[in-house]
């Protein structure tokens, strides 16, 4: 396999590496669709395109031309996928002209005059600290930012630049705004020895902002006085600002120098995605998994050592004839199978839940194998997006499945409730803070072509594979009980403090959380405050801790509920594990007021209705794993001993 296929989620490198050598004698190079690698000659043309203002403290993204910047003769939109979309990107081309290995020195792009309407529009833009992202040959525009701290990398990028920074002249204390109206770019390229041809392998820029001067009249000719390669004289700082103010004249400039890189295109990536330190990541992560881990194989040995012991005892008792009454769990045989309350709606989330798992599953194995890798933009979303669709096969036979196991009959309703239930409460929300963001006249609002799309999907794809799903399952057999549910129920007597419902629910869902929260740090992180997640393999670790946690606390906490002869178990299963997603809604409202920087309202309930929608996918989620691991052991334990 060539070498030029690599992964840039490293911490999957290995299963990489395996499949790599189990495909060696029958594969050749390939590259995933849109970062195939393209060399360039000296002098060819580089296309510089400009995609949305995006800010950390409003989290509304703006096209780049919302702002009255420097325009190319036509404004070309660039095909976007899915994801970009519903992300807010919107790639345009830019007026900047580059020819590759070929250095230009302040290159004026144009002047512009500022009214009120568009200082004003710029001094927002400042205010709210937004950022212009750029894209060159698929590598996102970076300001690099050197740090003295020992033992971190000596050089940090940041995505994007400052429309501009607010400050005060020497001696005034009256706030100015001022623009980043000159851009020293720096293209980085490997060579090529043998054909000289090149491939660009990084993009950055420094900007300043440059109160430009020239002489005389402007016209088109003109050279400025404060730029000008001619004598040598070249912009290193911002020692003369160009303020924002109704009125003034601005001068957009810029520079760009191409340096050889040592950096081979393969690993191009590698700088984009140490921009934190990852020690502490490790760490953390490593440090979690062993105390879960540790949690879990106590609470499995517990089990299996309480349970073999319980139904040698209670076999053992039936065979001598000596069990004057029965105690503990078996007590309630006749009656923990007996069908709970609003079954149906049990069914509808138990299906909702096993999509949910589903497209998580495959999508972090797509993503460990690096389908999904920051560089192709908007593929985790759209992924995301289809699997959930075609999951809806699985959703629709695991509803009904155990619609008929409850002796239901109407499966075309559950199958219908199963489709609509989720994500009509999905949309919903979704549909409010669409209008929120239409209203701010952001990019991030769907577009109706995209809004069309998303309704196909549901509709035309979603909605017909949930049925067939539906009738695949409801053909099948009933699963048999293993005893037999008595006609009259059982009396439930009065249960100690600490078996309360609502208090054992609560104390259930701690366990899961706390295998998953510091990974849910990094991952809030890169949502909102737009940095690269690309620790899947570490990921899919947590996420098989999460499911093995979730089933383990599920199964112990049922055991007690048993024990103490509480039948209603089906129900609690599922809330048990699923009040994790209580926890999570809490760590993401402290998260919010301990890291970010939101001060707008409409920003604020942006971030709150994205995070009750995680939350509430993370509560069908969590919540079918303790189900099913429910019913597995209440399956077992009770076909395990002899009733009469």
Sequence with gaps: MATEFRRISKTSGSAIV??????????????LPGVAPQDFEKGDELKVKVNKLTSIKTQLPYSYYSLPFCQPKKIVDSTENLGEVLRGDRIENAPYSFKMREAQMCNVLCRITL?????????????????????????????????????SPAVVYQ?????????????????????????????????????????????EVKPYSVKHEYDGKWTEKTRLTTCDPHTKRLVVSSSTPQEVEPKKEIIFTYDVDFQESDVKWASRWDAYLLMNDNQIHWFSIVNSLMIVLFLSGMVAMIMLRTLYRDISRYNELETQEEAQEETGWKLVHGDVFRIPTNSDLLCVYVGTGVQCLGMVFVTMIFAMLGFLSPSNRGGLMTAMLLLWVFMGLFAGYASS?????????????IAFRTAFLFPAVVSAIFFVLNALIWGQKSSGAVPFGTMFALIFLWFGISVPLVFVGAYLGFKKPAVDDPVKTNKIPRQIPEQAWYMN??????????????????????????IWLNQFYYIFGFLFLVFVILIVTCAEITVVLCYFQLCSEDYLWWWRSYLTSGSSALYLFL?????????????????????FGYMLIASYAFFVLTGTIGFYACLWFTRLIYSSVKID
Excluded at 18 to 31: E, P
Excluded at 128 to 147: F, G, H, Q, S, W
């Design 18 to 31: 395996l499949i790599l050598l189990l495909c060696g004698h029958v594969a050749h190079s390939f590259y």
């Design 115 to 151: 009214d009120a309407k568009t200082a004003k529009a710029f001094k927002e833009k400042i205010d709210d600290e937004y950022r212009v992202n750029m894209i060159l040959d698929n590598l996102p525009l970076v300001v690099p930012i050197e740090r003295g701290d020992p033992g």
């Design 159 to 203: 995505l994007g630049y400052h429309v501009g920074l607010k400050g005060q002249y020497e001696g005034s204390k009256e706030q100015k705004f001022f623009m980043h109206n000159h851009l020293a770019f720096t293209v980085r390229y490997h060579r090529d020895m043998q054909t000289d041809s090149a491939r660009i392998v990084g993009f």
């Design 401 to 413: 499945r155990l619609y008929k196991m409850f002796k239901g009959t109407e499966w075309k309703r």
């Design 501 to 526: 419902p609502v208090f054992s629910i609560l104390i259930g869902g701690i366990l899961p959380f706390g295998a998953v929260f510091i990974e849910l740090f990094f991952i809030l992180t890169s």
């Design 587 to 607: 760590y993401a409202t402290f998260y919010f007021f301990t890291k970010l920087q939101i001060t707008k309202l409409v920003s604020a309930m942006l971030y």
